[in-house]
């Protein structure tokens, strides 16, 4: 008998769900009432009278809408889960119904009316054997409170044993339960769940056991490793998401559904707190999109975000459709949660970046639900937002100007150690992107699953990094099922790949990031690169500048890739163009190679392309009103060949998939190649962006060499009003710890950035001028970000050094160290001003 037990335990230990729903007290669930997804005796007074004092006319022509529409089969599925999950009419007669009467409006028929046009037509997809998924629920649950004893009694027994829509597992109320994988793709966020529909029918006295059982599966689902743990554990503190910004269009309407639902209907509150992991995606999502914001209005009339990953080009827009949706309802989301700040940082967003109401009366419940105007506006400067962010496990960095001007320059880096299940999102892509006044440097795509012959040529690639010869590229171990983020979580197993390692920066002066990518190279290739971004006061005048040090390892020849919008121009070159096209079809390739030492590269964003335009129907649309200029001035190697090349005919998903936004495709390469192979070379580039109108050249750079161990660069200013810079970097992977040394030529403001240094240590400057030596003491920056994999190698920190000096003339520096490292742990990034 103690066997039969012991066998028992474990069992029920296996099958059974960690945690089982107690719903909160005063929730929907525990008092036994309907409505209880959304809205619910609680929401539905503040949904109306937002509705009924900001958006009377819209909700009219919505009442009037649902109750005259074609009521046919076609646009009343239940199992829509993925691009379209509120298309179904019922959601919207059964919602008019349970929100009842809003200030003002004028409906065509009774509430009853449109409940018994959402409940017969529930029943009627119900016997054709529709799946199930959130026009289901909602539309139970919505009109619950009119529906007969008889048939509250079918649609539960209807519903109890119908296949959930899921794009992996055969699942249903009565057989809830699965195991959650590919966690990071589409196979969450297009599909439903047995908890969500259980939640419909939880405690209402038919299928109480079952639907008890199936909402207790939330737990298993969602916590415990699950979806909610693995969305959690990409955005960590900082927002964002694994396919950022690749299906980030539409993914995370159905996750705030999921959320929202919860919350709304138990109590419990998975909006504003953590899971078992910590992060939390929902809540830290404002403050992303914030920063992943392009300034520039393109065409005049719309913005977008940064394009990353495998987006296709107007996936990042707020003209689509699904951007929009998400927008619009987050709001809500976080507002019902209590987290009223970031639900700001939502209507600021709305109002500022013209976020346009969306096409269709079927969108509009993400309006009703995300009520945005319910709160008062809040600016990433009111919230004391600093103008970077990092999320490490996502492997995105981004710097700005401000967060409020379309003068505003961005500079972002993508490297991820991790690599997530799905469709390839920033942390697959490694490089950087510029903006200004438009996009200017970014990585080449079209969209996803690979669409588009853009790479399709001798010597395409995709990203903005360093290539070698025979590619030394590994297979990565992505993340998939619970136990996988677990061990990754834990420094179990081999899921660092390499990439974004370390950060410092003075804010508004200097950002220096570090990504390291040995670990993704096999044959002993390695590549580590070193960014110093060094940002304008006066965004409508000032050049941003960017500085790239890349050491690079490898039996064959490396080279130096980026990508443009439109083709660029090539000066200083002692030999060219020569034409290195392969011919005209949909595999070859179009362009140039130049010659020469230290050459200049000009890339406009505002001159447009072949076929350009929406659906390509005709060429040179100007680049979307754009008008930046990005120069880029190659110092080392000091012998190369600049390749300029394209794809010689765009194939049919090109001219499909670009939409009017071509110039986010980034079609033209720019390949910075040694003409000599070295097997540990080293390239250090320049890159300027400003405004076309107002920047004809570029200023003057020169190449700084510290004997053997340091290289660098010097930047004359732009001009009276700004300041020259130093910009230093170590030869050698690690601290130098020698004594450095260098010469500069110049008047006004100098600004050195001297990377490479020990971290946390006071060094003494020497500025000679002739016979007169100024001594100052200056310890490396504290604000210092390092990237932690339990039980890998740690990161090799290191410092750097900042400070300011007057150039009158021929300036001698020394920097020597004068003090021992201070183990007092770096400080933290200036605090978001958000409530905890």
């Known amino acids: 008998m103690k066997k039969f037990w012991h066998l028992f335990i474990v069992l029920f230990c296996l099958t059974a769900p960690l945690m089982a729903l107690d719903p909160k007290t005063g929730s929907p669930l525990q008092k036994g009432v309907h409505p209880r997804l959304y809205l619910t005796e609680e929401t539905i007074p503040e949904i109306r009278q937002v509705i009924g004092d900001n958006f009377r006319s819209n909700f009219q022509q919505y009442v009037n809408w649902a109750a005259n529409a074609n009521d046919n089969d076609s646009y009343n599925i239940l199992h829509e889960a993925g691009h379209d999950p509120t298309r179904a009419l019922m959601i919207h ?11 003002g409006i004028s409906y065509p028929i009774s509430f009853e009316d449109y409940a018994r046009r959402a409940i017969n037509r529930l029943i009627s997809r119900l016997n054709a054997g529709d799946n199930l998924s959130y026009a289901a629920a909602m539309t139970a649950d919505w009109t619950y409170n009119f529906q007969t004893s008889s048939e509250r009694t079918q649609i ?15 699942h249903s109320i009565q057989n809830p339960q699965i195991n959650p994988e590919q966690m990071f793709s589409s196979k969450y966020y297009e599909t439903n769940y047995a908890w969500y529909q259980a939640l419909a029918f939880w405690g209402d006295g ?20 699950g979806y909610l743990d693995a969305a959690n554990f990409v955005a960590g503190e900082w927002g964002g998401f694994s396919e950022w910004i690749g299906y980030t269009s539409w993914h995370p309407r159905t996750h705030m559904l999921n959320l929202d639902g919860w919350h709304t209907a138990t109590g419990e509150d998975y909006v504003s707190r ?28 719309f913005y977008t975000y940064l394009r990353m990953g495998s987006a296709e080009a107007t996936d990042p827009s707020f003209r689509h459709r699904s951007m929009r949706e998400q927008i619009y309802y987050l709001g809500g989301v976080l507002h019902r949660a209590g987290l009223d700040d970031e639900a700001g940082l939502i209507r600021d967003m709305i109002e500022k970046y013209n976020v346009t109401w969306p096409n269709y009366e079927h969108q509009w419940l993400y309006v009703w639900l995300g009520i945005y105007k319910a709160v008062a506006p809040k600016t990433p400067e009111e919230l004391s937002f600093p103008r970077y962010i990092w999320n490490q496990h996502l492997g995105v960095f981004y710097a700005r100007t401000g967060f409020s001007s379309p003068a505003d320059g961005v500079f972002a880096a993508m490297d991820g150690h991790y690599r997530y299940d799905g469709h390839q999102g920033a942390e697959d892509y490694s490089g950087f992107i510029l903006t200004k006044f438009g996009t200017l440097v970014n990585t080449r795509h079209v969209a996803h699953r690979n669409y588009g012959n853009l790479n399709n040529y001798p010597g395409g690639y995709e990203e903005n990094t360093i290539f070698f010869e025979g590619g030394y590229r590994q297979t990565f171990q992505t993340m998939d099922t619970p136990k996988e983020l677990k061990d990754a979580i834990n420094g179990v197993g081999n899921y660092d790949h390499g990439g974004l ?45 960017l500085v790239i040090y890349d050491r690079a390892s490898a039996p064959t020849k490396a080279q130096f890739v980026y990508h443009v919008p439109w083709k660029p121009s090539v000066a200083a070159y002692s030999s060219g163009p020569q034409d290195i096209s392969t011919g005209s079809g949909e595999s070859d390739r179009i362009g140039d190679r130049y010659s020469g030492a230290n050459l200049l590269v000009k890339a406009l964003n505002g001159t447009g392309g072949e ?16 008008h930046g200029v990005a120069f880029v001035k190659n110092l080392l190697p000091n012998d190369v060949n600049v390749e300029l090349t394209r794809v010689a005919r765009f194939d049919s998903d090109v001219i499909k998939r670009q939409h009017e936004l071509a110039i986010k495709t980034h079609r033209w390469q720019v390949a910075v190649i040694p003409r000599q192979l070295n097997t540990d070379e080293r390239f250090l580039h320049v890159f300027q962006t400003g405004d076309a109108n107002k920047v004809s050249a570029m200023t003057a750079t020169s190449l700084i060499e510290v004997g053997n161990t340091m290289q660098g660069v010097f930047i004359e200013k732009e001009s009276g009003a700004r300041p020259n810079y130093v910009v230093l970097f170590n030869k050698a992977n690690g601290p130098n710890t020698n004594t450095v040394t260098y010469s500069v030529s110049g008047s006004g403001v100098l600004r050195h950035v001297i990377t490479g240094l020990e971290p946390r240590t006071t060094y003494e400057v020497e500025d000679a001028l002739g016979s007169g030596t100024t001594v100052s003491s200056v310890v490396t920056e504290p604000m210092v970000q390092t990237w932690d994999y339990r039980g890998v190698d740690s990161v090799t920190k290191t410092g750097t050094l900042y400070f300011e000096t007057t150039l009158n003339g021929n300036h001698r520096f020394i920097i020597t160290k004068s003090g021992q490292q201070d183990n007092t742990p770096p400080a933290k990034p200036s605090g978001f001003n958000i409530k905890p």
């Open 156 to 170: 539960a027994n209807l519903m109890l044993s119908r296949k959930i829509t899921h794009k992996v597992f055969d």
């Open 93 to 103: 007669q059964a919602f008019i119904a349970a929100l009842g009467q809003v200030p």
């Open 274 to 301: 953590e899971g078992t992991t910590a992060g939390n995606a929902l809540k830290n999502y404002p403050k992303f999109m914030r920063y992943a914001m392009d300034p520039h209005r393109y065409f005049n009339e």
């Open 501 to 545: 390692e370390q950060l410092i920066a003075r804010d508004g002066y200097f950002y220096h990031m570090r990504s390291r990518r040995d670990r993704e190279l096999s044959s002993g290739a390695k590549h580590t690169r070193e960014y110093v971004w060094l940002p304008g006061s006066d965004p409508e005048n000032d050049s941003d500048f």
């Open 611 to 626: 076929k350009d335009s929406e659906g390509g129907k005709q060429d040179y649309v100007g680049g979307a009103n754009a």
């Open 206 to 225: 038919r299928i109480d056991a079952e639907a008890d059982n199936a909402a207790d599966t939330f737990y298993d689902d969602m916590l415990n490793y």
